[in-house]
């Protein structure tokens, strides 16, 4: 049976390990996606604030799928149909053929509808940014302020966005950098962690955490449009910010040849079972999985659990057997700040502080898609004695390429030679 996955991430990868261990060698399977690594999200905060080396939110496609036949490239068109899978790269075109499809392609950062974001501001999702970020912070700390206002300008990062993964970012880079920058998170809601508004007692601790991280806090406030010279907000007033950090949440690329399976979001529509039509099924962020009519949500977690239930149906339907319901009912949510201090809700329960912390990286490590990669991160927290924050490791020779505007003290672009960020703002793959 030949089987195409679309996309490298969570999904993708638990599907594959289902595949492999329900069918073994009767199953063909190609994976198709842009970038060459999986790229783990839960430690980003890690990351910035200086405790985990950026690498380390790696781990290479060709080791946590080993016996996948691999494609490089974006898929700009799916004939349901023929069954087959249009696939460029580098100006190549070539047609996979496939008996059963994963769309698996996640999500992109929601960047395109606030004008400016996507010139002057700074995205994490993709393979690279976290560090193209940290490099762009050193790389204004290398300029001489022309004078108070423009050094107050470069000391600024404002972070859009206050749900679980601004929230985090925020605390991370007030940790790393202190007194030396002002960081401001900005929510559109009248709180911090917007799913958690009538959690009193967890609202009251995430706002304790940012205080204690030196984040200035503006809810309710919106932001209108993003330049090289920082925020516009809604009622007039400007920012000055030589940083701006998107965390507005996800959007979905089309995927040409299935949009009339697509719901108004550009999500895949799904049944109970994880299909979208005959010979495709799509998981995680890419499809509108639904428990009791309700959307689950885009987190790790249940992307795992769903990759994992369209690998096993693919594998019983194989045995011409009856496909079996998506049933995982979700353990939490969490949000960590420092080390021994996050703020969780397991099964509805609050936790104490670092019994959160400790159980979110309990978990993490557990679900790294590469176990070289985990055991790594153990092997650096124990030497560098995680709760002590570290610089970020000179890697020169990975550095992006940085092109300056003039006057200005913000790169205009970032040049990376495994792939041209704007691609798949076109294209499904990633």
Avoid at 53 to 73: C, F, N, T, W
Avoid at 359 to 377: E, G, K, N, Q
Avoid at 391 to 408: F, I, S
Wanted: aromatic share 6%.
């Amino acid at each position: 049976m030949r089987i195409v996955i679309l996309g490298g991430g969570y999904s993708s990868v638990w599907c594959y390990r289902a595949i492999r261990r329900w069918m073994g060698g009767s199953a063909r399977i190609t994976v198709i996606a842009p970038f060459t690594d999986h790229v783990f999200h839960g430690f980003t905060g890690e990351v910035l604030e200086g405790g985990l080396k950026p690498e380390m939110l790696s781990s290479p496609l060709d080791e946590v799928i080993p016996r996948a036949e691999r494609v490089q490239g974006w898929a700009t068109a799916v004939d349901a149909e023929a069954r087959t899978v249009t696939v460029e790269w580098q100006g190549a075109v070539r047609v996979v053929e496939y008996d059963e499809l994963v769309v698996a392609t996640g999500a992109q950062d929601r960047i395109d509808h606030l004008p400016g974001l996507a010139e002057h501001g700074w995205s994490l999702r993709s393979p690279g940014r976290v560090e193209a970020l940290l490099e762009h912070l050193r790389w204004i700390d290398a300029q001489a302020p022309v004078d108070a206002e423009d050094a107050r300008r470069a000391t600024t990062v404002v972070v859009v966005g206050a749900g679980f993964a601004g929230t985090e970012v925020a605390a991370a880079l007030g940790r790393r950098y202190g007194a030396a920058r002002r960081i401001v998170l900005i929510s559109a809601s009248k709180t911090v962690v917007p799913v958690w508004q009538d959690k009193r007692s967890l609202q009251e601790r995430l706002m304790r955490n940012l205080t204690d991280a030196g984040v200035e806090v503006l809810t309710e406030t919106r932001v209108v449009a993003v330049d090289e010279r920082g925020v516009e907000l809604g009622d007039g007033t400007r920012i000055e910010a030589a940083t701006v950090v998107s965390s507005l949440g996800s959007t979905v690329p089309l995927i040409p040849g299935l949009e009339r399976f697509q719901e108004p979001d550009g999500l895949l529509a799904v049944d109970e079972c994880l299909q979208v039509t005959d010979g495709v099924w799509s998981a995680g962020d890419a499809a509108a999985v639904r428990r009791g009519g309700t959307r689950v949500p885009k987190e790790a977690l249940w992307a795992i659990h769903a990759g994992t239930t369209v690998g096993r149906n693919i594998a019983r339907r194989s045995r011409r057997a009856e496909a079996r319901r998506f049933t995982f009912r979700g353990l939490g949510t969490v949000a960590a700040f420092a080390p021994g201090r996050a703020v969780a809700l397991l099964w509805g329960i609050p936790l104490p502080q670092l019994l959160g912390w400790i159980v979110r990286a309990a978990f993490f490590l557990w679900y790294m898609p590469s176990r070289r990669t985990a055991l790594s991160i153990m092997r650096w927290t124990v030497q560098r004695r995680l709760p002590i924050a570290v610089p970020v490791a000179d890697r020169r020779e990975a550095r992006p390429t940085l092109v300056g505007l003039a006057g200005g003290r913000t790169p205009a672009a970032v040049v990376r030679e495994q792939v041209e960020v704007d691609q798949p703002r076109r294209a499904a793959g990633a």
